[in-house]
């Protein structure tokens, strides 16, 4: 079941909001009075919400004829139009699917970024339109370059491209070579779990390979099904095989249309006699205008009516096609602008974001980290540093005018450049010691001269360095008021920049260890990098040794594979006996939960382990202590 979001002309908030009939105070009362009624009412149980399903009417409308339920503060109803159930339709009320959208969001952004980097320092949306008209709007420009065919759908060039995320839809892309609009809207309406659970994606890739192989019983036939390789893959070729073979007529395709393909179960039995007359209508006309045997048109009933149970129509493939190829376009002729308004678009969604970095490094690129001189407001490739640098403002710690007052002083040379003007005073207003701090721990001075020449050897002695002497280093450059410093100088006293004092004490520092750097990491950013995580000596030394992951361990097996820890439950059975839920990640973003029998006091968040265990089907993993051994790899 699905809910809908709920959008009214007037105000939402004169909206109430009522919530299901088991917590509803009059409801409540009723089922008391009659218990009863409780074992025939339908228990729900699961409820998930439609991805871009809106309803949108008057207020008061809305509120006189369904179910208003508040969740997190949006409006949604319970009521439902889709395969089984048709609530609004026959209520008068119209389901708008809104799809799509973060796709048309991160072609704009790439826009924007074309834009700036061409030296338009401003673009409008007039700017981005015009671009969008020039080199890709479906109106005015054909989706025919070989090049992007090839570097995306073909050769596997896939982050962020629409429809295309999950690996399957990509090893079937890859498999079919789409070269066309209609062969990608064919693939996106093919790879659905009903044509999939048929094979359809398997029989298509081999029909399109064989293609002179095909024999088809009638030229009506080739005609319909000819582009898609003697399978029907949309709703409209059996409306018009329907015209073409059996003479029905546009009104009656589509009533066969709403007859085969909308299930909906409060008229299934008259839905039952309608199939029955349809396909006799069918049979009949195919023998009487185009002399088809029955053994034939018997056979592609019996296809269509296949096909119905997972039907997709034509323009809504096609426009998923289309906007694919924005994104396919986009990714071969402007890929950093591409890639980087991707990285943007993930900002906060930690997986999606590990997904798209994992994505953009298996194609040779580097990820920088957060710098003070290089990262911008959002994610951008920078070609000094020849990598893509996540932005300052995703960091905890470091508000929008600290950021602002940052892109206005920068490039910093050095520490003295980055606390004090020309007249060595503390320039930053906005950078505060909280700022300062976040960057700090998140190892953000790298570009500073400190440390490119070693002066500086780490960032815990930065971050000793600001966090204990902040008030000593805002008196100024000599670490004192304008008046001692004009004092010392009278009495010829030698004074000394504050911070190359503080530099020499705070050099013994030793760094954080990799589990705080983590730590770090994760507090500021909700996130890690890769080479932190997974040391590229660690895996090197789990491939020498042949050693897989723990997600490769078979369902219903039992095997030995490594894993990171990335949280710990702590917690005992009803008899008492103590164990351990892990969750564990690996670097090919695979995460899941591993039950350890036993307890263990150390410390073992973002330790990396073997282990051998067992991977019950029904249970999931599990091992015990006296099966587990960390790998001291890193430190």
Known sequence: MELLRIKSIKNTNTIQP???????????????????????????????????????????????????????????????????????????????????????????????????????????????????????????????????????????????????????????????????????????????????????HKKYVKAKNNANDIVYDHPIIEEVLGYTYGYFCFQEQFMLMAQKLAGFSPGESDKLRKTLVKKSLDTLHSKGSEKAVAREKFIKGAKELNDIPESISSKLWQDIEGFAVYGFNL??????????????????????????????????????????????????????????????????????????????????????????????????????????NVGGEWRHSKLNKTAFSSLAKMEAFKSLQEFQDDVLDNHKQMYDLILDNYNLLKKGRYGMTKTAVKRALKNDEEIVPIVDELIAKYKVVSDWSRNEKIKNYF?????????????????????????????????????????????????????????MRWKCVDSDNRSGWLRVWGSLDDEVEFSTWLADVKNDAGWGMSTNLGKLKKINAFD
């Open 18 to 200: 009522v919530y299901d009939i088991h917590h509803n105070i009059d409801n409540k009362d009723f089922y008391d009075e009659h218990p009863n009624l409780i074992a025939n009412n339908i228990t729900i149980s699961n409820c998930g919400r439609h991805a871009g399903g809106v309803i949108i009417a008057d207020a008061d409308l809305l509120e006189q004829s369904m179910p208003i339920v508040g969740v997190r503060g949006e409006l949604q109803t319970p009521w439902t139009e889709g395969m089984n159930f048709r609530n609004l339709e026959d209520n008068g009320f119209l389901k708008f699917d809104f799809l799509g959208l973060t796709l048309l969001k991160d072609v704009e952004n790439c826009i924007y970024r074309i834009l700036r980097k061409s030296g338009m320092k401003n673009p409008t949306f007039t700017d981005a339109r015009a671009f969008f008209d020039k080199h890709l709007n479906c109106r005015f420009v054909k989706q025919d370059d070989p090049k992007v065919w090839e570097h995306v759908y073909k050769d596997g060039h896939f982050v962020g491209i629409f429809q295309f995320t999950n690996q399957g839809a990509r090893q079937f892309s890859m498999d079919a070579s789409p070269v066309s609009i209609q062969e990608l809207a064919t693939i996106t309406a093919i790879y659905r779990p009903g044509p999939l659970k048929a094979n359809v």
């Open 315 to 420: 323009s809504h493939a096609v426009a998923y096609a289309i906007g694919s190829y924005y994104a396919a376009w986009l990714h071969t002729h402007h890929e950093t602008e591409w890639m980087a308004a991707i990285l943007q678009s993930e900002n906060g969604n930690p997986k999606g974001m590990s997904k798209a970095i994992s994505e953009i490094k298996s194609f040779g690129y580097e990820i920088a980290a957060i710098d003070i001189n290089h990262s911008e407001a959002e994610w951008e490739y920078s070609d000094v540093l020849k990598a893509f640098v996540p932005p300052l403002t995703s960091l905890k710690g470091v508000g929008d005018k600290a950021v602002e007052e940052v892109f206005e002083n920068r490039p910093y040379k050095n520490l003295s450049d980055l606390f004090y």
């Open 523 to 579: 507090e500021l950013s909700n996130d890690a990098s890769d080479d932190l995580l997974f040391p590229p000596r660690l895996l090197n030394k789990l491939k020498q040794k042949e050693i897989s992951s723990v997600f490769d361990i078979p369902s219903g097996d039992r095997g030995i594979g490594w894993f990171t820890v990335t949280e710990v439950i702590r917690k005992t059975t009803k008899n008492g006996k103590a164990f």
